[in-house]
C-alpha cells in the first residue's frame, strides 16, 4: 500500500512511526543475500526529527530495496540457540522467537538476558543489526513508546543479530590512549582495503583497547576504573563524538561505511539506559571495538580539511539529510544531532560532517 492509500486513523509522531514499522515488517531484513534494509532505522530518525509527514513517502521511494521475508528452516527453542547462533539460514526462526519473547515477557528482560549473548558478535551484518536494536530500544523509550510496533521491532533487530552474529578474529589489544581521538589516531589500518566487509574484517590483526582519559589508564590497570558504569558511559559519549566528528574529515575513504563507525557506538549509547548498569563497561568496550574496526578496514591515511558549516543549525543539517533522502546520510545526521545536543555551541564540526555526508554519498547507494 502506497503513502497516498494509508488511513489507519491513527495521527502525530507515535501513530506515524508504528504504521511505518507495521508496514516494513512484512520485509526481512536483509536483501540481495546480506545487504540490510535500512528502512526501519531510517524511519525512526526522520520520524524523531520532525519529519514524520514525509516518512511513507520515503519508503514508497525505497520499495525496490525491500524483499519479502525468508523462508523458516526450524524453530529456534531455549535448548538449541546455542546452535542457531550464527545462522543465517534462521533468519526468520530467531524473528520469530524474539517475537513470542517480547510478547511474553517485559522486553527490557529480553534485552538484559540477550545483550551480552549477542555483544560478542557487534560487527556482525556491517554493524547494522546492534544499529537497528538502538534505533528500537531508544523507539520504546520514548514518550509513548511502550508499543506492539515497537517491541516487534526489537524482535526484528535482535534476530537480525542472532541470525548474523560473528566475532572478529583473535586480535592483539594494544594499550589504550589517552583520549577517543587518539584512539582513532592509533587504529592500525589494514594494509589491503579491498573486498566486502567480512573478507576485511578478518585482515585486522590489532586493534587499541577503549581509549582512557589522560590519569586513568593507570586507575584502570589498578582495577580502579575499568568497570565504573558512568565512567563507561562518558567514554562512549566521547567516542560518538570524536567519531562522528572524524567523520568529516576522513569520510572520504569511504563515505557510506565510514558512517558506522559513528552510528554503531551511538547505537550502544542509546541502549545502556535499558540495560543493567552492570552491562555498561563491557558494552562500552564492545562499542569501541566496532568502531575501530569499521576505521581499520575503511580509513584513508589522511584526512582532508573540511569547509565550516558557516550558520547552518544542527536542525537544518538534518533537514538537508532527510531531503537527500539516503538511509545512510539520515542515519549519520541522527547521530550527529545527538553529538550536536550534547555540545555547548553545537559543535560546528559535527553539523559539517552531516554535509560532508550529503556531498560525497550517492543517493540510493
Known sequence: MDSGTRNTGRSGKTGTLDEALERLHTSGPEREGWLSNHAPMAVEALVRHGQAPAVHRWIDAYRDKL???????SPVTETNWRAALGDPRRLTDWIS?????????????VLALWWPR???????????PVIRTGHAV?????????????????????GYWAARHSTLPGV???PAAASADAGYDAVPLIAEQSGGIRERLARITSLPRRPRPAGRAEEDAAGAGGTDPDRARADLEEIVRAATRRYATHAHGSPVMLVHAATAP????RVLPALPRTLWAVSADAAWTASAAVTAVYAPTEGVPVPSAGSVAPEEAFARAAAHGDEHAIKFADTALDV???TQGGDPLAVAAVLRATELIEPGT
Do not use: K
Not at 524483499?67 to 528452516?73: A, K, L, N, Y
Not at 524474539?98 to 528482560?109: A, K, M, S
Not at 551511538?266 to 549509547?269: G, K, T
Open 67 to 73: 524483499e519479502d521475508m525468508p523462508g523458516r528452516d
Open 97 to 109: 522467537y524474539f517475537t513470542h519473547q517480547v510478547e511474553e515477557r517485559p522486553w527490557q528482560d
Open 118 to 128: 549477542l555483544l560478542p558478535g557487534i560487527s556482525a551484518g556491517a554493524t547494522h
Open 138 to 158: 531508544r523507539a520504546l523509550l520514548a514518550d509513548g513508546g511502550q508499543t506492539a510496533p515497537r517491541r516487534t521491532e526489537l524482535a526484528h533487530a535482535l
Open 172 to 174: 592483539e589489544l594494544l
Open 266 to 269: 551511538n547505537a550502544v549509547l
Open 340 to 342: 550536536a545536543a550534547g
